[in-house]
């Protein structure tokens, strides 16, 4: 019997000897496990002791066997040790949570990764627990692993899903659901076009300023076609768009209906008899100077003095004509076979002489009142 201090409490002498006895205690038992130990030959990794009555192993977590040597279920062997680490599969990607000896589980649909924990790709995670198939339109193979949008559309597509076109594409439904070029030239419109519903033939979305029709391909009023370009009709603003919406010619660009008294080919022109103001902008009528004036009076004056001198000189031949008429006398000769009659009249002068006119030498008067002309070969009686 241990003798107690006066407060009550155990000396220190029995203390020690108390701790003593507790150290040998545990000396023995750890011999005793490693002779048990020894005895059912137990894995030094993977047992936490033996049963020494019945000899069976105490396996840690992860281990299993008659001697803890093996992996347990959802557990796969070191590579190159002798532990077993847990496959750690991802529960919503993987069928169970047993790995192959590598490590890697094995996957549902849709899942991929060593440890199930990814989406494959043409699949996108839309919970926690769910990988969904991408939803591209046929127009692409991968989209985001989060959001699902579509990566990479093909065939001029776009949009999360590859549901629209791009720009400057139509989607055609010959064939179905596939986007063809716009027949719309970037000159002439925005590039873009659309089907109206009920319509088989894409029509553009806006025309640029001076081209219309259903591609954009015709030049609007006021414009005319340049080597396939519209250009403005260029008319110096004598033309009057609301009488002549088309204020030129489409094909040439000559202006039509030009106003102001204005002509030419761009209407750039003033009529004959107009001329430009001082700020060179309208026609107006010519304005005769006083110099002009002058010239053309007296041009108008020596015209009239002209013609009537002309008109009194040709009187006056005139008259002296007649009076040289009425006074010369009138002769005639009849030829018959070798005479010739001669005969004379005055109307004024009745009884003129003529004698005169036969002082010749070479003409004699007959008796018989016959005039004979005589020249060197033949005599002609008259």
Not at 206 to 225: E, P, R, V
Not at 298 to 321: D, K, P, S
Request: aromatic content about 6%; some cysteine.
């Amino acid at each position: 019997m241990h003798r107690a201090s006066p407060d009550g409490t155990l000396s220190v002498e029995l203390l020690h000897s108390r701790q003593a006895s507790m150290v040998s205690y545990l000396d023995m038992l750890a011999a005793r496990e490693r002779e048990q130990g020894d005895l059912c030959n137990c894995s030094s990794v993977g047992s936490a002791g033996c049963d020494g009555a019945t000899g069976r192993c105490h396996c840690l977590v992860g281990y299993t066997g008659p001697q803890c040597h093996s992996c347990a279920h959802g557990f796969f062997p070191e590579q190159g040790g002798q532990q077993c680490l847990p496959c750690s599969c991802s529960p919503a990607g993987a069928t169970s949570d047993q790995c192959d000896h590598s490590g890697r589980c094995q996957c549902k649909v849709g899942v991929t990764g060593l440890k199930c924990d990814r989406c494959s790709e043409g699949y996108y995670r839309i919970n926690e627990t769910t990988c969904e198939l991408c939803q591209c339109n046929n127009h692409s193979q991968t989209c985001h692993n989060s959001t699902g949008t579509c990566l990479d559309c093909q065939e001029n597509t776009e949009g999360k899903h590859c549901e629209l076109c791009k720009e400057g594409f139509y989607l055609s439904t010959h064939p179905v659901h596939s986007c063809q070029h716009c027949p719309c030239s970037t000159v002439a419109s925005t590039g873009t076009c659309h089907i109206q519903p009920g319509e088989s033939v894409p029509r553009c979305d806006k025309c640029k300023q001076g081209y219309t029709g259903l591609n954009c391909n015709q030049c609007d009023k006021g414009y005319y076609n340049s080597d396939s370009i519209c250009l403005r009709c260029e008319c110096n603003g004598n033309v009057d768009p609301a009488l002549s919406p088309s204020v030129c010619w489409p094909d040439t660009g000559e202006c039509i209906g030009c106003l102001y008294h204005t002509t030419g080919f761009h209407c750039e022109l003033c009529e004959e008899g107009y001329t430009r103001d001082s700020e060179g902008t309208n026609c107006t009528r010519k304005d005769v100077s006083w110099t002009q004036f002058n010239i053309i009076i007296l041009t108008v004056i020596i015209i009239v003095v002209v013609l009537l001198m002309g008109f009194v000189g040709a009187v006056y031949m005139y008259r002296e004509y007649q009076n040289r008429k009425l006074n010369a006398p009138f002769w005639t000769i009849e030829l018959k076979e070798d005479n010739i009659s001669f005969s004379s009249y005055h109307d004024s002068i009745p009884n003129a002489d003529v004698s005169g006119l036969l002082e010749d030498d070479g003409n004699e008067v007959a008796p018989n009142g016959q005039l004979t002309l005589t020249t060197p070969m033949h005599n002609y009686k008259a």
